[in-house]
């Protein structure tokens, strides 16, 4: 449970400790003649010969048990461990041992949803869940060749609400369902690896009509327009190639472009991650941290990350009135970035109010309801003609 961020946190050393005291446990549970592996970083796995489903229950438990009980010391901490378990039964004439494996895996993902440090049993019910994921990634696909995919834009705004550009934000127009966010369907592109194909096809949208706006005067040469990369997506072997490809073939201005990563993107193989962006960094692209202020101790890695904006999560944003926390952790997010030459930029700024407090506070640019909805191409367009005063 929660094994990546304890390695990134806590260093390698600790997270190779918790590994052997996992494997360590299992050796003492498990019997002579049963299978134990290790599939992958943090995942293991065991066939048990001959067990009764009951007794695989117990073994199970005994399992968790001793592992719950158990503490993992380094840095001068001590660190509990609690793991996930996920179990099905191997029956006659199960011959398909992927489905097999994903029946346990199934299991074990739900005794993490339901809480972590637990015992799940696959259960038909869920196999339906599954059916449901497979649905929705077909539906997914031919959304993709059917073009229901849209691209909305909100606005970036300085602290004058003179705009300075726009962020890219998709949606999907179902045929009966009508809009349906990104909230609803991203997860599913991302674990089926579809983000790759609709991350290009955002990519190239984006582009195309930002080449449009160019042409019709619309898009000053400041203005930065900002599209969101997945993590899939940023750690594709081609991404690099990719961008390069539709820069070629789309020729908008590089250093209109930003990228925004979160650090959940980066954080799990830094170095790749700084590789990559400094790839794209040498055709004038710039990378700006989305979400900044969520989960990880970011404040460490900002220094060594190539980025040139930060944004700082909504959550922070809505309370910045009433919560002397939040203000707080939003003037020295921004007194460091002053210091690292970053630009910051607040989103979710929905009252007049909040935009006030960050004004105080210096904060560069702004998004959010405050200033404008994220708005379809059209609506877009219409905007930017309003704002152009030679228009
Ligand atoms: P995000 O990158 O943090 O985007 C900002 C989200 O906040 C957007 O939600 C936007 O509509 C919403 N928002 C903007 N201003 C306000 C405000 O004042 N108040 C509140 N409450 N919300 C505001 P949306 O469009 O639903 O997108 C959700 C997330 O989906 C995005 O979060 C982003 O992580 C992801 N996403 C959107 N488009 C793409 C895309 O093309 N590719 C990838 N990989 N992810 C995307
Ligand atoms: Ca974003
Ligand atoms: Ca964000």
């Known amino acids: 449970d929660h094994f990546k961020p304890i390695n990134d ?152 609400r003179d ?19 990104p909230a609803d369907f991203l997860d599913v592109l991302e674990s089926s690896g579809q983000i790759v194909e609709v991350g290009n096809w955002v990519i190239e949208t984006a582009f195309k009509q930002l080449l449009q706006w160019i042409e019709q005067g619309l898009w000053d040469s400041n203005f930065k327009l900002c599209i969101n990369i997945s993590p899939r997506q940023f750690h594709d072997r081609q991404f690099a190639e990719k961008i390069n490809t539709q820069l070629q073939r789309i020729k908008v201005p590089h250093e209109s472009i930003i990228m925004e990563v979160t650090e959940h993107n980066i954080i799990h193989n830094i170095d790749d991650a700084i590789l990559r962006m400094r790839e794209l960094i040498r055709y004038g692209i710039s990378f700006s941290l989305d979400d900044f202020g969520t989960g990880y101790s970011s404040l460490s890695h900002l220094k060594n990350l190539p980025v040139s904006h930060i944004k700082i999560d909504r959550s922070f944003v809505k309370d910045i009135c009433d919560d002397p926390g939040d203000q707080a952790m939003i003037a020295s997010i921004l007194a460091l970035s002053r210091h690292l030459g970053l630009e910051v930029v607040a989103e979710g700024v929905e009252g007049v109010e909040q935009f006030e407090m960050l004004k105080r506070y210096d904060c560069q640019y702004y998004q959010g309801y405050y200033f404008s909805k994220p708005l379809s191409d059209r609506d877009m367009t219409c905007y930017l003609r309003a704002a152009d005063p030679a228009a």
Not at 145 to 153: A, G, I, S, T
Not at 163 to 181: C, D, K, N, S
Request: glycine share 8%; charged share 30%.
């Open 163 to 181: 705009i300075v550009g726009a962020e890219t934000l998709i949606r999907w127009e179902h045929p009966e369902q009508g809009m349906v966010p």
């Open 9 to 160: 946190d806590g260093g390698h050393g600790l997270g190779d400790a918790m590994l052997i005291k996992v494997s360590q446990a299992m050796a003492e549970v498990f019997r002579r003649g049963d299978h134990l592996a290790r599939p992958g970083g943090d995942e293991f796995a065991v066939i048990l010969d001959n067990c009764s489903l009951e007794n695989g229950r117990k073994l199970a438990e005994r399992l968790r048990a001793a592992i719950a009980q158990r503490r993992v010391v380094a840095n001068d901490r001590a660190y509990a461990v609690t793991i996930s378990l996920g179990m099905t039964e191997i029956r006659p004439g199960d011959h398909d041992r992927a489905e097999v494996i994903r029946r346990a895996d199934d299991a074990s993902y739900r005794a993490k949803r339901e809480g972590r440090n637990r015992l799940e049993f696959f259960s038909e019910s869920m196999s339906s869940e599954v059916t449901r994921q497979l649905d929705l990634e077909n539906q997914l696909r031919r959304a993709l060749k059917e073009n229901q995919f849209r691209l909305f834009y909100q606005p970036l705004v300085n602290a004058e």
